[in-house]
């Protein structure tokens, strides 16, 4: 019989995270997953600053930055209600975008954001 303080479901970056933390903590954890293998996909396209922040903390910043897609390499951001609902946005590579990647809100996000609830509220299907 296996002995843990934390059960963690899921592998995600959720899931890997707290089971990280936990573990630097030094509280016992045991972290499960309904596969067997590491997914081969990306799971976290753009991190946000505070996600960078736990990261550091955790002293895997320097690692996660390391297997990051290039900035350069990133050709959009799309925004949507849910996998496959409806496009509230799409950010293109540019000042605005460098702003998204970042974690900050520039004029022109706002302005957007404005825009795509205006188109929402008036919106007649």
């Known amino acids: 019989m296996i002995e843990t303080d934390v059960l963690i479901v899921g592998s995600g970056p959720a899931g890997s995270t707290a089971a990280l933390a936990l573990s630097t903590y030094g509280i016992s954890n045991v972290l499960v997953t309904k596969h067997r293998w590491l997914a081969d996909t990306p799971r976290a396209h753009v991190t946000n600053q505070r996600t960078f922040e736990i990261l550091r903390d955790l ?7 390391a297997f990051a897609v290039p900035e350069e390499e990133i050709k959009n951001i799309v925004f949507c ?8 946005a799409r950010m293109l590579p540019g000042p605005c975008f460098a702003s998204i990647h970042m974690g900050r809100r520039s004029p022109e996000v ?3 954001r404005g ?10 299907d």
């Open 115 to 124: 825009r795509s609830h205006r188109q929402q509220s008036v919106r007649r």
């Open 110 to 112: 706002r302005r957007a």
């Open 59 to 65: 002293g895997v910043e320097a690692e996660a930055r």
């Open 81 to 88: 209600s849910s996998l496959a609902g409806e496009e509230w």
